[in-house]
């Protein structure tokens, strides 16, 4: 995929039941998600998606988990997973986990390994000599940014991240409240009232993204931009917007002092931060080598380190590695692809031909998997393979692969391509300019996932990371279209998508559905009309679609909890049990990687027009979230949450809610206690009704008033306390 700021980190997604990705689908209202997704002109209009039978477990099936994932190749890589345990069949493959910087809430450990290596262009952090005023200045006096740079992807979310982190460690120093530095997506469904936008008493630093925004969110942005501005002290918050090069004219006019061109710096300076300038003697020297890297704004400058740190070894020349690596990063875009393929089409050589296309999807796969992908893909393309008949006449998968080795194009020891990482760019190359190949590529991946059972766990993580990439040039519906026919299942197929399954089988596919359309989430250029599918797909999708939704919305919601929990409440309505059990799963989950107080914050929008159902779904998984905390929960936000639960959830489903507090309670100290059972007291107001609300719920089953019925005594002594404090503020004493 594109190379962003930072580095890159993906999302997770569902499948569509059998009907095919089309622009004519309504757009949501209210919380309405991006706008839809029209197919590319020249593009084949995607087919119907086939169902996939259900097929039996083996121990060939493996699997992605996308719970948690980062964006592919763009604002953050890295890779933390966690393991299913020892359940049904080897491993699913697994969505990208976030410990990283870039996108959504920050986390402040990588953002300081951020401040480490950043390299400030002039008059980002320190003015200018002139009266030209730094970023940083601007952000700290008039606490609104508005950040543009002249190249679309120029670092600019990694400046503004750089910015985030000085005003927090301003913050520490001065002794104020913890500053977070978080990104907010830019979709209809964002509002920037400020009391949605900003919270009390959790001040923070928030990004707004707005390159791709638009014409409808630009102006959105620029009404709201001042009323906005002048609620930033009262939450003691600050605001940057991204702005496209296009449009910083406009809000120069409109709010004049406070844009800011960012900068490109040396971009020497770049390669060395990130390899060490001790390991680069003689670079500075080179004045070809200097011009070329000067060419390039950090992103890419970032992608040609990592080839720099790769290839340099104790008896490399520094010099010579950074002009290979220079000149490999660009290979995609050099003649000299497009010159061995049109050689090979004149040779008539398919299978060279295929075996490349399929090296890039599986890079770093065992030569079998990648010579029976060259298979299937020349088998799309209408080209017999050899007889199967005579398997001792056909090469090995080694020996073909020998043929790529050859012509300098793949590494049978390291199992990828030559140059290293340029699998993505191969891939696209070919969709770019051969559109021929559109349909047959389509096949060949829908295909690919029941045709390989065999792969593994990274096989699978690298085959929805290519097509990813691939989405990026072909559109977002060629993702969204993949993920839909990897997440069908027999069931579905067979109820008119009432049902759906979790046999070991369709997990297996279900994952790289999930790896696929959590990384293309939140992608910037994929982001908007995947969201906007997710959404719709949460409100209207088959079980299929709304298991896979709930699935990626787990791993989304961790950086961006206000967009995944949109999604898991329309979700929490849904009649069929494997759906809310995902959706339970991805609400448990999000507790504990948010944080009681913040996910109660966000959770709290569940109770407007909520359903019956959807208020079983969250007390129940509140009532689990509250069986994991261990330290006492304090904020606004867990009152406002409690007032609404006493004002609008059912008796019984309030009772469930209440005895994980109190057995929450129950296990903290005495002053813990105290200040968990202040925040239930709180929000009776003192009403007798709420105050009964209360009581009733607090209490065992049958119905007791006395304490003393509990077997555990830390819980009988928390629940009277509760009970003497509901006493004290209420004049009435409610029985059952």
């Known amino acids: 995929m594109h190379d962003y700021d930072i580095d890159a980190f993906g999302m997770l997604d569902?499948?569509?039941?059998?009907?095919?990705?089309?622009?004519?689908?309504?757009?949501?209202?209210?919380?309405?998600?991006?706008?839809?997704?029209?197919?590319p002109e020249g593009a084949p209009a995607p087919p119907v998606p086939s169902q996939q039978g259900e097929a039996t477990s083996g121990s060939g099936t493996n699997w992605i988990d996308g719970h948690g994932n980062n964006i592919a190749h763009r604002d953050i890589n890295q890779v933390t997973v966690f393991e299913l345990g020892s359940e049904i069949v080897q491993e699913l493959a697994r969505a990208r986990r976030r410990e990283r910087v870039g996108r959504g809430i920050q986390d402040p450990e990588a953002l300081r390994r951020l401040a480490d290596k950043y390299v400030a262009p002039d008059r980002l952090l320190e003015s200018s000599e002139g009266d030209e005023e730094s970023a940083l200045r601007i952000l700290e006096t008039r606490r609104v940014l508005l950040l543009w740079a002249r190249e679309r992807d120029g670092g600019q979310l990694a400046a503004a991240s750089r910015l985030g982190y000085e005003l927090s460690e301003h913050a520490r120093r001065r002794r104020h409240a913890p500053l977070i530095v978080r990104e907010e997506l830019v979709d209809p469904d964002l509002s920037l009232k400020p009391k949605e936008l900003l919270v009390e008493n959790e001040p923070a630093t928030v990004i707004l993204d707005c390159r791709d925004a638009d014409e409808k969110d630009l102006r959105a942005v620029q009404r709201n931009l001042s009323d906005l501005s002048d609620q930033l002290p009262h939450y003691r918050s600050y605001l940057i917007v991204i702005l496209p090069a296009e449009h910083q004219r406009r809000f120069e006019d409109s709010f004049p002092g406070r844009v800011h061109e960012l900068g490109k710096p040396s971009s020497v300076a770049v390669l060395e931060s990130h390899v060490?300038?001790?390991?680069?003697?003689?670079?500075?020297?080179?004045?070809?080598?200097?011009?070329?890297?000067?060419?390039?704004?950090?992103?890419?400058?970032?992608?040609?380190?990592?080839?720099?740190?790769?290839?340099?070894?104790?008896?490399?020349d520094p010099v010579e590695v950074v002009r290979a690596a220079l000149d490999d990063e660009t290979v995609g875009q050099s003649d000299k692809l497009r010159g061995v393929i049109e050689e090979k089409q004149q040779d008539k050589d398919a299978e060279w031909l295929s075996l490349l296309l399929a090296s890039s999807v599986l890079e770093g796969a065992s030569p079998q998997h990648i010579a029976a992908a060259s298979d299937v893909l020349m088998k799309h393309n209408k080209i017999d393979v050899a007889d199967e008949a005579a398997p001792i006449l056909r090469a090995s998968p080694f020996a073909r692969l020998r043929r790529l080795e050859e012509d300098g194009w793949f590494d049978l020891g390291q199992r990828g391509l030559v140059p290293s990482g340029i699998g993505g760019e191969v891939l696209r190359h070919f969709w770019r300019e051969h559109p021929d190949l559109h349909t047959p590529v389509q096949d060949w991946l829908t295909e690919l996932p029941e045709a390989l059972r065999?792969?593994?766990?990274?096989?699978?993580?690298?085959?929805?990371?290519?097509?990813?990439?691939?989405?990026?040039?072909?559109?977002?519906?060629?993702?969204?279209?993949?993920?839909?026919?990897?997440?069908?299942?027999?069931?579905?197929?067979?109820?008119?998508?009432?049902?759906?399954?979790?046999?070991?089988?369709?997990?297996?596919?279900?994952?790289?559905?999930?790896?696929?359309?959590?990384?293309?989430?939140?992608?910037?250029?994929?982001?908007?009309?995947?969201?906007?599918?997710?959404?719709?797909?949460?409100?209207?999708g088959s079980a299929d679609l709304k298991l896979l939704t709930a699935?990626?919305?787990?791993?989304?919601?961790?950086?961006?909890?206000?967009?995944?929990?949109?999604?898991?409440?329309?979700?929490?309505?849904?009649?069929?049990?494997?759906?809310?059990?995902?959706?339970?799963?991805?609400?448990?989950?999000?507790?504990?990687?948010?944080?009681?107080?913040?996910?109660?914050?966000?959770?709290?929008?569940?109770?407007?027009?909520?359903?019956?159902?959807?208020?079983?779904?969250?007390?129940?998984?509140?009532?689990?979230?509250?069986?994991?905390?261990?330290?006492?929960?304090?904020?606004?936000?867990?009152?406002?949450?409690?007032?609404?639960?006493?004002?609008?959830?059912?008796?019984e489903d309030l009772g469930v809610v209440v005895k994980s507090w109190l057995h929450a309670a129950a296990r903290m100290d005495r002053d813990g206690r105290s200040g968990m059972i202040e925040l239930l007291v709180r929000a009776t107001e003192g009403k007798p009704l709420h105050i009964s609300h209360v009581q009733y719920a607090s209490q065992p089953r049958p119905p007791e008033l006395k304490a003393d019925c509990f077997s555990d005594e830390a819980i009988a002594e928390v629940t009277q306390q509760l009970w003497t404090r509901l006493d004290e503020v209420g004049p009435i004493w409610v029985e059952g």
């Open 454 to 540: 065999g792969l593994d766990r990274g096989e699978l993580e690298q085959l929805a990371d290519r097509v990813a990439d691939l989405a990026v040039e072909g559109g977002a519906w060629l993702a969204l279209y993949l993920a839909a026919n990897w997440a069908g299942t027999k069931a579905g197929e067979n109820s008119g998508g009432q049902r759906t399954s979790t046999a070991p089988a369709d997990r297996s596919r279900r994952s790289i559905a999930v790896r696929l359309l959590t990384t293309a989430a939140t992608d910037s250029v994929l982001g908007r009309p995947v969201r906007n599918r997710l959404w719709y797909w949460s409100r209207d």
């Open 14 to 39: 569902t499948p569509e039941p059998a009907q095919p990705v089309t622009p004519s689908d309504p757009e949501p209202e209210d919380d309405v998600v991006g706008a839809s997704m029209p197919t």
């Open 276 to 316: 060490g300038p001790e390991a680069l003697p003689g670079i500075r020297a080179d004045a070809d080598v200097v011009e070329k890297l000067e060419a390039l704004w950090p992103p890419t400058v970032a992608r040609v380190a990592d080839l720099v740190r790769e290839r340099l070894t104790p008896e490399a």
């Open 551 to 651: 699935e990626v919305c787990a791993g989304i919601g961790a950086a961006f909890p206000r967009n995944a929990l949109t999604r898991l409440k329309h979700l929490a309505n849904s009649d069929n049990e494997d759906v809310r059990d995902a959706v339970l799963q991805a609400l448990r989950q999000l507790g504990g990687e948010l944080g009681v107080s913040r996910f109660l914050r966000y959770l709290t929008e569940w109770f407007d027009q909520a359903s019956p159902s959807r208020l079983a779904v969250l007390a129940t998984a509140v009532g689990r979230v509250f069986a994991d905390q261990t330290a006492p929960v304090e904020g606004d936000a867990v009152e406002l949450f409690w007032r609404h639960a006493v004002t609008n959830l059912p008796l």
